[in-house]
């Protein structure tokens, strides 16, 4: 069974350019979120798709969007990249909702020049 | 809102010996709660979870932990550490509501085993 999947795995951008970041989540799962690691900050919560809506969302400026296709696959795209956006991505995807647990991808890592 | 504290950023332990990880979690409802297992450029590893079934809670690699909500805490032992141990561990509770899921994670554990 495959796990989520994240690509590109590494990623070298330029301060304030854009980037999208790819997110196939486990076949059947319906939710998929994301989350930024920095060592500054920890796990932060990015924000929650589930069938094609935004259920929730962490508190990251409004460059930060997300979107989720009718296959729940999932990107995620950053704009006007700042320095401080360098950081694990992660993406985790879930049957739906609470005691399911989520499962991780291995994280896109971003880092801004 | 939730929220999760891990008590101690850095453990070491030798290998054999007891690991115990320490994890608080603050909810104003009954929480679900969970702990991470992550290795170097890896992303995170569910080891085990917590949905109100039965406290003590077993997981993958030998690990387990305890729900006490009295404690409201949710420590996560092993009775005998390994070198592949190593990693960092992070606690993390599912904030539940009609707005949508997240987990809030605490701050993590690295946990080094001696030889």
């Known amino acids: 069974k495959a796990g989520v999947t994240q690509t590109p795995r590494y990623l070298i951008k330029t301060r304030g350019q854009q980037v999208t970041l790819s997110c196939s989540p486990i076949?059947?799962?319906?939710?998929v979120s994301w989350y930024q690691q920095t060592p500054g900050q920890g796990l932060q919560f990015l924000f929650e798709?589930?069938?094609?809506?935004q259920r929730n969302k962490g508190n990251f400026p409004g460059r930060f969007s997300g979107r989720q296709f009718s296959n729940s696959r999932s990107e995620m795209n950053v704009s006007t990249l700042e320095l401080g956006d360098s950081a694990l991505y992660l993406c985790?995807?879930?049957w739906g909702q609470g005691g399911y647990g989520y499962t991780f991808g291995s994280g896109t890592r971003l880092t801004v020049v | 809102a939730q929220s999760v504290t891990q008590l101690g950023s850095h453990v070491s332990v030798s290998e054999g010996a007891l690991v115990l990880l320490r994890c608080n979690y603050s909810?104003?409802?009954?929480?679900?709660l969970f702990w991470y297992v992550q290795y170097p450029n890896q992303g995170l590893q569910l080891l085990l979870k917590?949905?109100?079934?039965?406290?003590l809670v077993k997981g993958i690699n030998g690990f387990e932990a305890e729900f006490k909500k009295s404690e409201t805490s949710f420590h996560l032992t092993k009775p005998s550490a390994h070198m592949s141990d190593a990693a960092e561990y992070f606690c993390?509770?599912?904030?539940?509501?009609?707005?949508?899921?997240?987990?809030?994670f605490g701050t993590g554990t690295r946990l080094a085993v001696r030889p």
């Open positions: 985790a995807s879930s």
């Open positions: 909810s104003s409802v009954p929480p679900y």
């Open positions: 917590y949905t109100s079934a039965a406290t």
């Open positions: 993390a509770v599912s904030d539940q509501g009609s707005s949508g899921d997240k987990l809030t």
């Open positions: 076949s059947g799962h319906r939710s």
């Open positions: 798709y589930f069938s094609e809506t």
